[in-house]
């Protein structure tokens, strides 16, 4: 079973750092390796091939019961445990529904900013166009709020900043880093969603400091900043 574990991760880690892990000789894997392989481990082999055939066409939302219900629906005689067992060994998962977060609070006193974009995803030069938005991150200890400020022209992140709650500091703080960064000159358009964190006085006040112009998406109407939450995150 350990020579079997290195034979499958041996793409990902080095062999000799996991057989000191586990407990192994590296040469006791080599000479593993040589032995003709068993009828047993050649129908694994092919077996598996099915199994992530059949979950990768299933998107990967098929779990054991599933891929064994397509396996014998393409007329292979196999059990449900040894389907399930080889999933489990290679790592073979259903893939999990990201959950849901709302960053975009739009039910607020704020002024709001016409939609100067237009949906016009184009831009004459850098430093013509930002696109900002955000985002958030699962992690073990709590959500991770990533807010990001992109250059149009050259779909590159200018600023960027990551807290654990949504407070107005983390657009500014992006924002900042973008204007150190890059150091725009007037007439820069500024485009965002409706959310109060781009709608917030402090944050309209940055932008009127730098001679920067605001623009915000319509109501309701995610087309207004698809470009601004694909691009970034591609």
């Given amino acids: 079973m350990r020579f079997r574990f290195v034979e499958d991760h041996r793409t990902v880690f080095a062999v000799r750092v996991m057989c000191s892990v586990l407990e192994v000789s590296a040469s006791g894997y080599y000479a593993w390796r040589r032995r003709p392989e068993s009828v ?74 016409p939609n100067l974009l237009d949906r016009q995803f184009t831009a004459s030069g850098p430093n013509k166009v ?25 779909r590159k992140v200018v600023g960027w900043a990551m807290r654990d709650t949504l407070a107005q500091e983390l657009t500014l703080a992006a924002l900042r880093m973008a204007i150190t960064n890059r150091k725009p000159g007037p007439g820069l358009l500024h485009h965002a ?34 470009y601004t939450g694909v691009a970034w995150r591609a």
Avoid at 75 to 98: E, F, S
Avoid at 201 to 213: E, N, P, S, T, V
Wanted: aromatic share 8%.
């Fill in 193 to 226: 969603d409706r959310g109060s964190q781009y709608a917030a006085h402090d944050y309209r006040r940055l932008l009127a400091r730098r001679g920067m112009l605001c623009s915000m998406s319509r109501k309701g109407d995610c087309w207004d900043c698809e």
């Fill in 40 to 113: 047993r481990s050649a129908a694994n082999r092919l077996l598996l091939e099915d199994i992530r055939r059949v979950h990768a066409d299933s998107r990967r939302r098929y779990g054991s019961p599933r891929v064994h219900a397509a396996l014998q629906a393409e007329g292979q005689r196999v059990g449900r445990n040894r389907v399930a067992r080889l999933m489990r060994r290679h790592g073979i998962r259903v893939r999990t529904k990201r959950r849901f977060r709302v960053t975009t609070d739009s039910s607020h006193a704020f002024p709001l900013a």
């Fill in 130 to 154: 930002w696109l900002a938005d955000i985002t958030y991150i699962p992690t073990g200890k709590g959500w991770l709020y990533l807010a990001v400020v992109l250059d149009l022209l050259s």
